[in-house]
């Protein structure tokens, strides 16, 4: 039956309904503002009417309405698009860092300019074109110190450009681990609130715009997928592991790496295994730090140690103008003081290691005689050894050629005197050192008595890096001829002129001499020489000359930079689309609020008037009836 404060009852419902319409909007237009903020919207149904289906109910013309109630309060959400944002995002995160690291390493390299690294090497070679002019002018020497000091300032300069934007990265990469498990933890704290608010039979809607903001700025970092079909346990993936699985978190780690200069290695925090997200801006600093610097500090190390080893090649071989010879113009610092390149590599106190950047053979060759002989050489490479088979009818060159484009981590060259020159080149991975040759092995007679570089054929007469005394298998491997030991890491950061050629100026060598006569008075040869380096086929790394490196280097910077900028501007422009559809769809539109306003407004103010006529109703009856 239907009571006589029906009326009341029914426009206290209104009120409290409208009331709780204006208090969201009041709630949306205060976040309007408020990154990740999605608009609520109150949902209104009829409250349930006096009388149901049943045998028992009163006789009326129909069931009797109970007035309006605020059913629940919702967000304006597109889950699909959200996932879809969450996997773009990793992709702009990316490129966003390569984009602005990249400038940074193309404004070190600073080319074209009269103060970079090959304006500065050119110079040099003029003033050695100058020596071999003026052989007895003690101007043209001075001229070449000064000019070899400003390159090695130019060389340390970009070298330690490089290393700063390494060490940029490292600290990046230190930074956004202990924010990614920041943010994990913050998704699991709300995870666990979220459950206790739905338990309640409530809409925990700011606390899921808060989840899902983190779980967007996650993915910015690291490229994640999102599962949410179990309303319990919202999870988070990456790199097939959970990243957070309900109020569950498995963090990451930034543990040092020996191996790599002490660089971080990102592992997982409890197995110790790594974690190589594939997307997002981790994995772009890891990149970066371990793939494109690297690489580019190693490409300035192989130009810089064969740069100076082959000017010291010819000056040791030439005679200054007081006479003396077998000086090297540039300090070289061997990585091990070991004569054999000996080295203990696993710290053990017992030599294990050969430490061998540069093996010469003992005959002079004539690149384009045909080897009349049949062989497969097995060299050094990233991933084992490389094969190389050569044939009766190839030519010395020919085999060379082939050994350059194998891809292996060793080179070839002819030397001053037309010996075949093997050299280590920076190792791709960073398990292994830099310019060290790890493997020689030839099954025919090309590198043994041909070439004059090992004492035998086959695996028995192999060089092998991985023992002691490994200079053994090699021509000339008892008296130290015919090798160089690896040079100290990063030859870049600390190569120098020899001090004694500084403090002497007459020492710098201008004439080669003949028959191990001193060079005679105007003999300028040995300048001309080093002068001729600049053109020549040195084989810097897989370049065949030093221009050919500094033009490559120029190109392979600035096109990483081309890409890199076109790709984000690529990517921001798919973000821009997708939120701007996320923004029409959850975003705050004021005037939209205010419409809504107004109408909550009216409606309260209705209901009121409502009481209002009810109370009146009830007061005729209560105190006016029967007067």
């Known amino acids: 039956?239907?009571?006589?404060?029906?009326?009341?009852?029914?426009?206290?419902?209104?009120?409290?309904?409208?009331?709780?319409?204006?208090?969201?909007?009041?709630?949306?237009?205060?976040n309007a503002a408020t990154?990740?903020?999605?608009?609520?919207?109150?949902?209104?149904?009829?409250?349930?009417?006096?009388?149901?289906?049943?045998?028992?109910?009163?006789?009326?013309?129909?069931?009797?309405?109970?007035?309006?109630?605020a059913e629940r309060i919702s967000r304006a959400h597109d889950s699909i698009l959200e996932k879809r944002i969450v996997s773009q995002s990793s992709g702009k995160g990316y490129w966003d860092v390569r984009d602005s690291y990249i400038l940074m390493a193309e404004q070190v390299y600073n080319e074209p300019s009269e103060l970079s690294v090959r304006g500065l090497m050119d110079k040099f070679w003029e003033s050695w074109q100058d020596l071999s002019l003026h052989p007895e002018d003690n101007a043209s020497?001075?001229?070449?110190?000064?000019?070899?000091?400003?390159?090695?300032?130019?060389?340390?300069?970009r070298y330690e450009g490089l290393k700063d934007i390494r060490e940029m990265l490292e600290q990046d990469i230190q930074v956004t681990v202990d924010r990614v498990n920041n943010i994990t933890s913050d998704i699991a704290d709300l995870n666990r609130e979220i459950i206790k608010v739905k338990a309640m039979g409530?809409?925990?809607?700011?606390?899921?715009?808060?989840?899902?903001?983190?779980?967007?700025?996650?993915?910015?970092i690291i490229d994640i997928s999102v599962d949410d079909r179990d309303p319990d346990e919202f999870t988070v993936h990456s790199g097939g592991m959970h990243l957070v699985q309900g109020d569950v978190v498995t963090k990451i780690a930034a543990d040092p790496d020996p191996r790599n200069?002490?660089?971080?290695?990102?592992?997982?925090?409890?197995?110790?295994?790594?974690?190589?997200?594939?997307?997002?801006?981790?994995?772009?600093?890891?990149?970066?730090?371990?793939?494109?610097?690297?690489?580019?500090?190693?490409?300035?190390?192989?130009?810089?140690?064969?740069?100076?080893?082959?000017?010291?090649?010819?000056?040791?071989?030439?005679?200054?103008?007081?006479?003396k010879t077998g000086i090297d113009f540039f300090t070289e610092y061997p990585f091990v003081a070991n004569a054999n390149g000996n080295y203990d590599r696993n710290g053990d106190g017992a030599f294990d290691s050969t430490y061998i950047y540069r093996i010469n053979g003992s005959n002079s060759l004539n690149p384009q005689e045909q080897v009349g002989i049949s062989g497969t050489l097995r060299l050094s490479g990233s991933d084992g050894a490389v094969e190389i088979d050569y044939e009766p009818t190839d030519?010395?060159?020919?085999?060379?050629?082939?050994i350059n484009a194998s891809g292996s981590e060793v080179v070839a060259r002819f030397d001053r005197l037309g010996s075949l020159s093997l050299k280590g080149t920076p190792a791709a991975g960073t398990e292994n050192p830099d310019f060290v040759i790890r493997g020689i092995e030839d099954s025919g007679q090309f590198l043994v008595g041909y070439a004059g570089i090992l004492e035998a054929s086959g695996q028995e007469g192999a060089y092998s890096w991985d023992g002691a005394d490994?200079?053994?298998?090699?021509?000339?491997?008892?008296?130290?001829?015919?090798?160089?030991?690896?040079?100290?890491?990063?030859?870049?950061?600390?190569?120098?002129?020899?001090?004694?050629?500084?403090?002497?100026?007459?020492?710098?060598?201008?004439?080669?001499?003949?028959?191990?006569r001193p060079a005679?008075?105007?003999?300028?040869?040995?300048?001309?020489?080093?002068?001729?380096?600049?053109?020549?086929?040195?084989?810097?790394?897989?370049?065949?000359?030093?221009?050919?490196?500094?033009?490559?280097?120029?190109?392979?910077?600035?096109?990483?930079?081309?890409?890199?900028?076109?790709?984000?501007?690529?990517?921001?422009?798919?973000?821009?689309?997708?939120s701007d559809k996320r923004e029409s769809i959850a975003g705050v539109n004021l005037d939209e609020e205010l419409a809504n306003m107004i109408k909550f407004q009216h409606g309260y103010a209705a209901a009121s008037r409502f009481i209002t006529a009810v109370d009146e109703m009830l007061d005729v009856i209560i105190n006016r009836m029967g007067a």
Not at 202 to 220: I, M, S, T
């Open 1 to 30: 039956m239907q009571s006589t404060f029906t009326g009341i009852e029914m426009g206290k419902r209104s009120v409290v309904a409208h009331a709780q319409g204006l208090s969201t909007v009041g709630h949306n237009i205060t």
């Open 35 to 69: 990154e990740g903020y999605s608009r609520q919207r109150v949902e209104m149904s009829p409250y349930e009417p006096i009388y149901v289906p049943g045998l028992n109910r009163e006789e009326t013309a129909g069931q009797m309405g109970q007035g309006v109630v």
């Open 141 to 157: 020497r001075l001229a070449i110190i000064e000019r070899g000091d400003s390159l090695m300032d130019g060389i340390h300069r």
């Open 202 to 220: 409530d809409e925990p809607n700011d606390l899921l715009d808060r989840r899902d903001l983190l779980v967007r700025k996650l993915a910015d």
């Open 261 to 323: 200069e002490g660089y971080s290695r990102v592992v997982w925090e409890a197995s110790g295994e790594d974690f190589r997200p594939k997307n997002g801006r981790l994995a772009a600093m890891v990149e970066l730090r371990d793939g494109d610097i690297r690489k580019e500090i190693q490409e300035l190390d192989t130009m810089t140690v064969n740069f100076v080893d082959m000017v010291n090649e010819v000056h040791r071989a030439g005679y200054g103008l007081n006479g």
């Open 395 to 402: 030519t010395v060159d020919d085999i060379v050629k082939r």
């Open 470 to 516: 490994g200079v053994l298998a090699l021509r000339g491997g008892e008296d130290g001829a015919g090798y160089a030991v690896a040079p100290l890491s990063h030859p870049s950061g600390w190569i120098e002129i020899n001090r004694q050629v500084k403090a002497e100026p007459a020492t710098i060598a201008a004439g080669l001499g003949e028959n191990g």
């Open 520 to 578: 005679q008075p105007g003999d300028g040869s040995a300048a001309l020489a080093i002068a001729a380096l600049r053109d020549r086929d040195v084989m810097v790394g897989s370049y065949r000359s030093f221009d050919e490196y500094f033009s490559s280097a120029v190109a392979r910077v600035g096109l990483k930079g081309e890409t890199a900028q076109r790709s984000l501007e690529t990517e921001e422009a798919i973000m821009k689309d997708l």
